[in-house]
């Protein structure tokens, strides 16, 4: 189960940070992967960043590249994604998801993903 948190309104220029709380096993952990995807209103779920257990790969969609960081905190068995540097067009809602065998070349296909879990809205503005 996976339980994000962290979302709300931020100034263009601003920093906000999501936690997805995983539950289950931190020993079942090991070959999965965990993305970040948004979706603004009338578009499709698009990918902004993944991150692999077992190797600790990370990749970043290109317009978050720099200003976005994924990463896991094994104390509190929570992925976060710290964002920095927030612009209007980053407003979406923001899912977390888990792929339960996640390659490289899987991380930025929403399809990939066995998981999902409830969104939580960022947005960004003025």
């Known amino acids: 189960q996976l339980q994000a948190s962290g979302g709300g309104l931020a100034q263009p220029g601003g920093s906000l940070r999501l936690s997805c709380a995983v539950s289950g096993r931190s020993s079942r952990m090991y070959n999965m992967g965990f993305g970040w995807f948004r979706q603004a209103p009338g578009k499709e779920r698009e990918f902004v960043a993944a991150?692999?257990?077992?190797?600790?790969?990370?990749f970043y969609a290109d317009s978050v590249k720099g200003r976005f960081t994924i990463s896991r905190d094994n104390a509190e068995n929570t992925i976060n994604l710290q964002m920095n540097s927030l612009k209007p067009e980053d407003t979406a809602v923001y899912y977390c998801s888990a792929g339960i065998t996640l390659a490289d070349s899987q991380a930025r296909s929403k399809n990939n993903y066995d998981y999902w879990g409830q969104g939580t809205q960022v947005t960004v503005s003025s």
């Open positions: 991150i692999r257990i077992s190797t600790f790969s990370t």
